[in-house]
């Protein structure tokens, strides 16, 4: 059975574009990563004992340190080239990506060293406009940010100056 992941795409609405917040994630095999690096927060978790949008709420908190809001859209799922499932929901929101706190993790560092470091899962938080983010997300969760922008571009799409991915 495939790795399952869940995890929630936060959108707000900026002068008319579509802008979602990402988190880039922590440790040292990422830190010099950016193009391509940058992911929605999201987590693993076991599909015969817990909920994918339970997961993905779990797992939104943890990592960025936000409460989800109340009203999720799904964006489906994607499967990476590694065979893991991902499925995605969006909701509105707005945070100040400088106030994310998340939760870490413990890796050996460096290999072989026997020695522990502790890292953050999701080491800083940005809001990127829908195309930016396109370009700066993990090549298998575009689809995620394109599904977006088509749920809520008739939204935005005829007010003055604004733009969707179309």
């Not at 869940?6 to 002068?15: F, I, K, S």
């Not at 943890?62 to 989800?68: I, M, Q």
């Not at 406009?129 to 599904?147: C, D, N, S």
Request: aromatic share 10%.
């Amino acid at each position: 059975m495939a790795t399952r992941s869940a995890g929630l795409l936060m959108y707000r609405r900026m002068h008319g574009s579509l802008e979602v917040l990402l988190v880039h994630p922590g440790g040292p095999f990422w830190a010099k990563k950016d193009e391509g690096a940058w992911s929605i927060p999201k987590g693993e978790y076991d599909s015969a004992t817990e909920d994918a949008l339970a997961a993905a709420k779990r797992e939104f908190t943890e990592e960025t340190g936000f409460h989800p809001g109340p009203m999720h859209r799904s964006l489906g799922e994607s499967r990476m080239r590694s065979g893991k499932l991902i499925a995605a929901w969006a909701f509105e929101g707005d945070c100040d990506p400088a106030a994310m706190v998340s939760n870490t993790f413990e890796l050996e560092w460096p290999p072989r060293s026997g020695r522990y470091a502790r890292f953050p899962e999701a080491d800083r938080a940005a809001w990127f406009t829908a195309g930016e983010a396109v370009r700066r997300v993990h090549p298998a969760q575009r689809v995620f940010i394109e599904r977006l922008d088509h749920l809520v571009a008739p939204d935005t799409r005829h007010a003055p100056g604004t733009r969707s991915l179309r």
